[in-house]
């Protein structure tokens, strides 16, 4: 039951990540709210784990929690938001992160040993079109003049999370799901201590809207989003679940429509009815041969 739960509340609570960045970036820098997120979130769960007596990871198994939180919650974090903060359209970011499961793919099948059938690979082709149609008017609307220094930090940034992902589903599979996203948001907290003090913005404006976006950031994409999308590649595998980050652009520019008044065209209609589209078709699992035990 909550196998067949975790993908929808998954896509519903990652794909606010955009509109809380929206509601909070104009009262505080980047960085500053990135460290307070991963540093609050780590204490959450921390405290979880010790009420559940999960133990600490050591040797080898701690470093490669530390190099999972560095590079997915916090150079992917960092690096994405200083592409948006410095002329990198949100659409055209959406639409570089949309290409990550077609990445995670082909790592899976090259380095894990993971078989996509054609079907998956069809569908992660018609996802990733569908996206294309929702981000569309956004491209048309800011992709001259993208300067340099925005457009590489964005590619980087998919490269580092699709690494980060490749990661939780290698020896860490079996580490308990808690103590795992303390110590990672504690390496992505550090990231983005870092990142702050070489920005040299310290930002901070308070306000509602920012504690606010702050307390969903922590509990609502950290400490749910985050701990879903860990449990789900452990379990269901890098590539079906990165399959649904091809739905996160088509639904938060549908939640911009709700909440902001942002338009939605007809062909993002159709675009995002490409994309669910496609990742079911993606997720779709092999049927395993019944074998007669006489």
Not at 11 to 17: D, E, I
Not at 211 to 223: D, E, F
Not at 248 to 267: H, K, N, Q, S, Y
Request: glycine share 10%.
């Amino acid at each position: 039951m909550f196998a067949a739960f975790a993908p929808i509340l998954f896509v519903l609570v990652w794909s606010t990540g955009f509109i809380v960045a929206r509601l909070m970036v104009p009262h505080a820098a980047p960085e500053p709210i990135l460290f307070a997120r991963m540093a609050l979130t780590a204490l959450v769960l921390a405290a979880l784990a010790a009420m559940r007596r999960e133990t600490l990871p050591r040797g080898r198994r701690l470093m490669l929690h530390l190099l999972a939180g560095a590079l997915l919650n916090g150079l992917y974090l960092c690096l994405s938001w200083w592409s948006v903060a410095r002329g990198m359209p949100a659409g055209i970011m959406s639409l570089l992160g949309a290409a990550q499961p077609l990445i995670i793919a082909v790592a899976s099948f090259a380095l894990l040993g993971e078989r996509l059938p054609g079907k998956g690979w069809l569908g992660l082709a018609i996802g990733l079109a569908g996206v294309v149609l929702v981000l569309e008017p956004l491209i048309a609307r800011g992709s001259v003049g993208m300067p340099l220094i925005a457009v590489i930090p964005a590619i980087v940034s998919i490269a580092v999370m699709a690494a980060g992902t490749m990661i939780q589903r290698g020896e860490l599979a079996g580490d308990p799901i808690l103590v795992s996203g303390a110590v990672q948001n504690s390496a992505g907290a550090g990231v983005a201590l870092l990142a702050s003090l070489l920005a040299g913005d310290a930002r901070w404006n308070g306000g509602v809207a920012l504690w606010a976006g702050l307390a969903w950031s922590v509990l609502g994409l950290s400490v749910t989003g985050l701990s879903l999308l860990v449990w789900m590649v452990r379990h269901q595998g890098a590539t079906r679940v990165s399959a649904l980050l091809l739905l996160v652009p088509p639904l938060a520019a549908l939640e911009a429509w709700l909440l902001f008044g942002e338009t939605l065209l007809p062909l993002q209609l159709v675009g995002f009815a490409l994309a669910l589209g496609g990742v079911l078709l993606a997720r779709v699992r092999r049927r395993e041969a019944v074998v007669d035990p006489a």
